[in-house]
């Protein structure tokens, strides 16, 4: 039997004492049966409570690697899980939570299951969620919904934080602000649909700690949604974008002050006093400042394209023959 891929863990953690040492107890045993090496990645995303004193403890003590990351302050989960992937030195990547509610006895079969199915992400499904219906499912479901819905990555649950990536797919997008919800549809602007899947894994309720997310959130993924819309489809082509508002916008303020000039010049009306008229005009002149904005993005983004050697097009693999030059 073949050795199996080299593997790393990345957990960010934030306040979550309590929960160190069992974690590491539970990828111990989780990990046992794992034919290739592994690393686990512990992020304190500026913990307030004693998690990282706990965790330096607890190093001594694992017998498998174990890598503690403590960031300057708290950036967020985003932040942190970026961190851990930058640190990363495994062919495949494991996200999941610190808070033990993603089980690590999943991680073996969700591996498997991501090199047998030839895939790129696989997402794991909280089929059966231990957690609070209005405070942490409905907000789930609404995001799920409007992510699906909106980027045409079809997976039942974004949410989830236990995810296996290859690092050479993952590694070629970078996690900004609360972006960690839309992995999924990021990781679809390097990689076909088809190589993004899904497996039900189990979740448990939380025995320690609290929750640092609530329905608060839905708010802030619809916020985030709109720029992941925009960056998948229009980054390398924003003047596509605001031109097309811009057009829209002039045409319709064109077709009112074309209403008004019949109106005035052949049926002999007075126009001056109309509220239709200043709409009409200011219409146009928003018009042009969409399409002048387009412009500029267009330049923007050319510029970013060559001075930072960045393509706009994701190369998946070579091939070649002995012939080859």
């Not at 990345?10 to 539970?26: A, G, H, I, K, M």
């Not at 607890?58 to 899980?81: C, H, I």
């Not at 030839?118 to 409007?146: F, H, Q, Y």
Request: hydrophobic share 40%.
């Amino acid at each position: 039997m073949s050795e199996s891929p080299s593997l790393s863990l990345v957990v960010p953690l934030y306040n979550e004492r309590e929960n160190v040492q069992p974690l590491l107890d539970r990828v111990g045993e989780a990990m046992r049966s794992y034919q290739g090496s592994f690393e686990l990645i512990l992020v304190d995303d500026g913990s307030s409570d004693e998690t990282v004193s706990t965790a330096k403890a607890s190093l001594a003590d694992s017998d498998y690697p174990v890598k503690l990351v403590e960031l300057q302050r708290n950036f967020g989960q985003t932040a942190a899980m970026q961190a851990g992937i930058d640190e990363a030195q495994g062919e495949l990547i494991v996200t999941l939570d610190g808070d033990l509610q993603n089980d690590p006895m999943d991680i073996p079969n969700m591996v498997e299951a991501l090199i047998e199915r030839d895939l790129d992400l696989l997402v794991g499904w909280r089929e059966k969620r231990k957690d609070k219906l209005v405070m942490r499912k409905i907000p789930s479901w609404i995001a799920n919904w409007l992510i699906g819905k909106i980027t045409g990555v079809k997976i039942h649950d974004y949410g989830c934080s236990l995810k296996v990536y290859r690092a050479s797919i993952i590694k070629q997008v970078k996690l900004l602000g609360e972006m960690h919800r839309f992995i999924p549809a990021w990781v679809a602007a390097v990689a076909p649909a088809r190589r993004i899947g899904e497996m039900p894994v189990t979740h448990h309720a939380r025995l320690h700690g609290e929750s640092k997310y609530g329905i608060s959130r839905s708010i802030r993924v619809i916020l985030d949604l709109l720029s992941v819309l925009f960056f998948m489809k229009y980054r390398a082509r924003p003047g596509h974008f605001f031109g097309t508002i811009g057009l829209v916008v002039g045409g319709f303020g064109s077709l009112i002050l074309l209403y008004l000039g019949f109106d005035k010049f052949i049926l002999g009306n007075d126009i001056g006093g109309r509220p239709i008229l200043l709409i009409g005009a200011l219409l146009v002149i928003t018009s042009f400042q969409f399409i002048t904005t387009g412009i500029l993005a267009e330049m923007m983004s050319r510029t970013y394209y060559e001075s930072g050697n960045t393509s706009h097009y994701v190369v998946r693999d070579r091939h070649s023959n002995s012939a080859s030059l």
